[in-house]
């Protein structure tokens, strides 16, 4: 992608960083300024795609501060029949809200757009990169 992107602080839920790495594309996100995976979506993505979090090019950023969703979020995620990784981080969203959301789950998406967060998928990142060549 382009020098553009260095602007993107991305969060992200264990579906784009595990397609993207089966697609051999996890490097896309190499460009975004940081990109954000909570504690329990690193463990998700480490029990179903390890390999994607030993990737040396790509500098993503595990926080292992638990970061709990406050009321409304709360409240929404349990509507919406969220799992933990997807809660924790759209909690991470929560603190930063001006990143962009990375998820391929639309009831995520739902959530994230109802709370005002940018939301993109895994196709998103693709296109993205598409329109920096």
């Known amino acids: 992608m382009g020098k553009t992107e260095r ?11 595990i397609h993207l790495d089966e697609l051999a594309c996890l490097h896309l996100i190499s460009d975004f300024r940081e990109s954000l995976l909570p504690e329990t979506v690193w463990r998700e993505v480490d029990a179903y ?13 595990h926080l292992t501060e638990s970061y ?5 979020l709360s409240t929404m995620c349990r509507l919406f029949s969220l799992d933990a990784g997807e809660t924790e ?3 991470v969203m929560a603190k930063n809200p001006t ?4 998820t391929d789950d639309a009831a995520d998406r739902l959530v994230a757009e109802q709370m005002g967060y940018k939301v993109h998928g895994t196709i998103g990142i693709l296109i993205m990169s598409l329109s920096h060549l």
């Open 89 to 91: 981080a759209l909690s």
């Open 68 to 72: 709990l969703p406050g009321r409304q």
């Open 49 to 61: 795609r390890p390999t994607a979090l030993t990737k040396t090019q790509i500098d993503l950023m």
């Open 7 to 17: 602007t993107i602080v991305g969060v992200f839920d264990a579906g784009p960083i």
């Open 99 to 102: 990143a962009v959301f990375f």
